[in-house]
């Protein structure tokens, strides 16, 4: 099996472009056997660092993140791509691209600026006329008021605590010994930019994935502001029906939706696992939330899959470099948090589920892990496989 492989050029890792990755044999559909680079799929210095297909066409997009631009690119052979038209400007630190499912916009979310930016396709898969959405407004930023959340959009619970005091408290109650275990709302760790707006507790802007949700609905995540905002797409671009408010200095990163209908959200900072749900009008709200126990102050989360049958969840942990193992209770409304798992790698960026393997991408080992998943209790065992990969921080399986 074959992956295109996002990562970052030379302007803030080593890789040359768009690479691939061959997992086992080249027409097989399990990633459990030897691993091995193939070779440079394109020459990308942007940093390629985030990549996805149009689900009808030949056609690869790439967030091109160290040059705030989307391009796309075509198809030419087996393990080979070619630029199709120029590059689409997007933001600051582009990192994430999404294709809607009828291939006739893609959306870009920007790290730097908090863009998010919906990009038009045509019918042979060429991005033009960018649209900026609606900027994100702070919900903590507008009231002195603790436990009131004040924004312009609809909010999803107008009674949102001031988690960073209830964590120092609930420390203080466990001593010592359970301390620890409690999230620190009130830390806020340094992000992949390690910026100093990150360091020094500035909330800006940072939108960084959009989820395609059933009947038309994105959900995209803002990690600087704590908000999951919900859009449908327009002619005129996107519009914003509703945003989510997680807790203050969460981080919510990335997502994934499940056939239960429920929405769940990796938070970077804090290190959760969020479960978000609709009414029966469709309002979204939170209904339950999961701690990444035993991870580190310091830690961030990445990325969040789930098993083929769905019954797990998994999230990166980068710092301790681990791999928090959740399963799916109930209806999809709970979670339960099983294990912590060694990521086999330093740094996991990225990860993705095939079948009984998880690809683990270790940004900062240059390399890419392959590690069992247990067939009784989906948890990840030693790595299995392992190669060098330059800079790799997404895995995508090729169609």
Known sequence: MRFWVGAYAPDAGSAEGIGILQAGDVDSVWASGP?????????????PSW??????????????ESEGTVQAYRRTG????????????????????????????L????????????????????????????????????????????TGAAVSGAAVPDLAAAARALREAAG???????????????????????????RV???????????????????????????????????????????KGSGPRHGVWHPSGHLYVVTELSREVFVLTPDAEGRWRVVSGEPLLGTLEGDTAAELSTSR???????????????????????G????????????????RHHVVVNDTLLVAGQLADEIVSLPLDARTGVPGRVRHRTASPSPTRLLPMR
């Open 35 to 47: 691993l091995g680079m193939v070779g440079t799929a394109v020459a990308a210095p942007g940093s």
């Open 51 to 64: 990549v996805a297909s149009h689900l009808q066409l030949d056609v690869l997009y790439a967030a091109l």
């Open 78 to 105: 087996e393990t080979s791509l070619a630029p199709l038209g120029a590059p689409v400007p997007a933001g600051a630190a582009v990192c994430h691209v999404a294709v809607a499912p009828d291939g006739t916009f």
């Open 107 to 150: 959306v870009a979310s920007c790290w730097g600026d908090g863009r998010v930016v919906r990009i038009a396709l045509d019918a042979t898969g060429r991005p033009s006329a960018p649209v900026i959405a609606a900027a994100a407004n702070d919900p903590y930023g507008s009231t002195d008021d603790p436990f009131v959340v004040d």
């Open 176 to 202: 010592e010994e359970y301390g620890h275990l409690v999230p620190e709302y009130d830390a806020l760790p340094e992000t992949d930019a390690e910026s100093e707006e990150a360091v020094v507790g500035a």
């Open 205 to 247: 802007s940072r939108a960084h994935e959009t989820i395609v949700l059933p009947r038309g609905l994105l959900a995209t995540t803002d990690m600087g502001l704590d908000l999951v905002r919900f859009w449908r797409s327009t002619d005129a671009g996107l519009r914003l029906t509703q945003e989510v408010v997680l807790p």
């Open 309 to 331: 049958d769905g019954t797990t969840l998994y999230a990166g942990v980068r710092g301790s470099d681990t791999i928090g193992v959740l399963a799916v209770r109930g209806a």
């Open 333 to 348: 409304e709970a979670l339960q948090f099983t294990a912590l798992a060694e990521a086999g790698t330093h740094w996991p």
